[in-house]
T-cell receptor, first 112, second 110 residues
Framework: DVKVTQSSRYLVKRTGEKVFLECVQDMDHENMFWYRQDPGLGLRLIYFSYDVKMKEKGDIPEGYSVSREKKERFSLILESASTNQTSMYLC???????????FGQGTRLTVV | ELKVEQNPLFLSMQEGKNYTIYCNYSTTSDRLYWYRQDPGKSLESLFVLLSNGAVKQEGRLMASLDTKARLSTLHITAAVHDLSATYFCAVDFGNEKLTFGTGTRLTIIP
């Protein structure tokens, strides 16, 4: 079974803090993705990576950065957390032209 | 603009009834995915549709893809309570991303 593991299920951070969300996959996938999910807005792509040290902006990259130093790990960084970044964050890996993406369990981040 | 629209957004249906969720998308694609999300949980892959006319079935769920109409449907037959969840479609527009619909929250009532 493919496993995508996010480091935290729930996180509470203060405004202005630097926040790291970690994601690890165990299937040697080249592609990894970070989405955020908000009610009524579905899933929106923040960043994705198709190889180690490679990254591409998604639809809503502002306020975020990413790091992919190893193939299995893709980190999402909130440089200075703000309350409008309170959301559910979902990591995914896989997804080539013929297969689906596999999702982690999600991190519910609250910024106070 | 690349858009994926689902309807309805919310759906309450009685056990035993049939219903269909629709997924429309804005421009050419022949790759579409359906996911299920239970409350507080992550997304689970249901179907992968990779060509015009593709039809996949699993239990009481059947998904189809009409690329000419830019439409996919998820049909529920004789609904049961454990199908209550939010269902998402996602489209590959060939831009190295998956674009998701807003989701359909399905509630099955006795």
């Amino acid at each position: 079974d493919v496993k995508v593991t996010q480091s935290s299920r729930y996180l509470v951070k203060r405004t202005g803090e630097k926040v790291f969300l970690e994601c690890v996959q165990d299937m040697d996938h080249e592609n990894m993705f970070w989405y955020r999910q908000d009610p009524g807005l579905g899933l929106r792509l923040i960043y994705f990576s198709y190889d180690v040290k490679m990254k591409e902006k998604g639809d809503i990259p502002e306020g975020y950065s990413v790091s992919r130093e190893k193939k299995e790990r893709f980190s999402l960084i909130l440089e200075s957390a703000s309350t409008n970044q309170t959301s559910m964050y979902l990591c995914a890996s896989g997804w080539t032209a013929n297969t689906e993406a596999f999702f982690g369990q999600g991190t519910r981040l609250t910024v106070v | 603009e690349l858009k994926v629209e689902q309807n309805p957004l919310f759906l309450s249906m009685q056990e035993g009834k049939n219903y269909t969720i629709y997924c429309n998308y804005s421009t050419t694609s022949d790759r579409l995915y359906w996911y299920r999300q239970d409350p507080g949980k992550s997304l689970e892959s249901l179907f992968v549709l990779l060509s015009n006319g593709a039809v996949k079935q699993e239990g009481r769920l059947m998904a189809s893809l009409d690329t000419k109409a830019r439409l996919s449907t998820l049909h529920i037959t004789a609904a049961v309570h454990d199908l209550s969840a939010t269902y998402f479609c996602a489209v590959d527009f060939g831009n190295e991303k998956l674009t998701f619909g807003t989701g359909t929250r399905l509630t099955i009532i006795p």
